[in-house]
């Protein structure tokens, strides 16, 4: 996982006490990275880097961080993994014939990128998930910047005259200078959301660098100036999306299938690339399967799968885990979950996130993680599929609900609202559960209850986007009862 911290301090001032306190922000986040501990600190710089490793690609001390370039200009902390790194650095050789390599990290190929092609065409030329403080010793100038989608985290902000970043919130929290008080109009946020969304965090003046961004502060001079920087995107979503539009996919789709297939494996191949034992988190569903049959088949011996049970039928994905993983004979491990485990879980969540996260599946994924890590150090995984490919019920409710729902006159709205509150969420399960024997295969619902509550709260809205909204929101009004706050 590895973790960065870093912090400034004004030009002239004290830096006695500058190792001290990267050492207690690195210690704040050894969970991170056990392996190794590393502190970059040079008496006439404005700026102190340090590292915390877990060990993945080139498990030598010439993989530690942070690292410094063999020209002396730039220096790195960086968390997460370069996927491409090995073709990136058969480009660098191509360009530049007389590099020489200390070893074989990715860290070390990502430095040279940034020595021989500069910021931007690094990162756009980078496939991985990465967040990646640069500072470049000539201009004076950091570089914080995070991947694509955001996979890694990526806090940052001034606390008076001081920056301060670094992977987790209790990094920042370690440093003396830290004094930013709690957000509320991020509570907001929380309500509706159940997690605050980037580039929002629990405090105020400290913020997540936005995904597919990077923000370049200089550090000498004017101190306006320095706190004036901001992020600007090397890649853009809606850039991505426009370019399919534009160029559409035309072939059959046997041959949409067969793309998809390898640019699949493609990219499972190269996050398999590791010096360090691999394996997978397997629930049984079409994302995590899919993950894992690509897995086996470019693998010599048996993929080492991961799922966690519940003794609840209806929370119960192990017996389809463990059809997958007998079908594709990965070397399968299951633990099955108590209500008192997942219960005792609880007190410890607000020392494992740095701040309120509400979605009820970081219970099994923390418990799955603390079982998988007693044999591998590395797992993959099915999230962001359905994102990727449109998984989720809530994307094609918005568009195969709403038409008809627009359509139906407003007091038929109501009075159909009105007939899906007069129950309460868990009769309707009940109801639904009854009949589920004569209903059709399309009306057998997961949580039936729930969802004819969010319907009924969506019928009198006025547009499509307000429906979507309303469809993901868990709170609809936040700000009605966070006191003195404005939903962002």
Known sequence: MCGLIGFTYQSGGSTQDAPAIANAMTRAITHRG?????????????????????????????????????????VIAFNGEIYNHLKLRSQLEEDHRNLSWRGHSDTETLLACFVAWGVERTLQDTVGMFAIALWDKQEQVLTLARDRVGEKPLYWGWCDDVLLFGSELKALKAHPSFNAEIDRNALTLLLRHCYIPAPYSIYQGIQKLMPGCFVQVPIQGNLARSKDAQPQAYWQLNHAVEQGLANPFTSSPEAAVDLVESRLSDSIGEQMLSDVPLGAFLSGGVDSSTIVALMQAQSERPVRSFT????????NEATHAKAVAEHLGTHHTE????????????????????EPFSDSSQIPTFLVSQMAKQHVTVALSGDGGDELFGGYNRYMAARKVWGPVQRLPLFARHATAALLRSMSPATWDKLFEWARPVLPKRMQLSIPGEKARKLADVLALSDGHAFYRQLTSHWTDPARVVIGAMEP
């Open 34 to 74: 056990p392996d190794s501990e590393g502190i970059w600190w040079e008496q006439k710089e404005p700026l102190v880097l340090g590292h915390r490793r877990l060990s993945i690609l080139d498990l030598s001390p010439a993989g530690n961080q942070p690292m410094q370039s063999i020209c002396g200009r730039y």
């Open 308 to 315: 966690i049970g519940f003794d609840q039928g209806g929370y």
């Open 335 to 354: 633990l099955y979950v108590r209500s008192e485990d997942a219960q005792a879980v609880i007190p410890e969540l607000p020392g494992i996130y740095c």
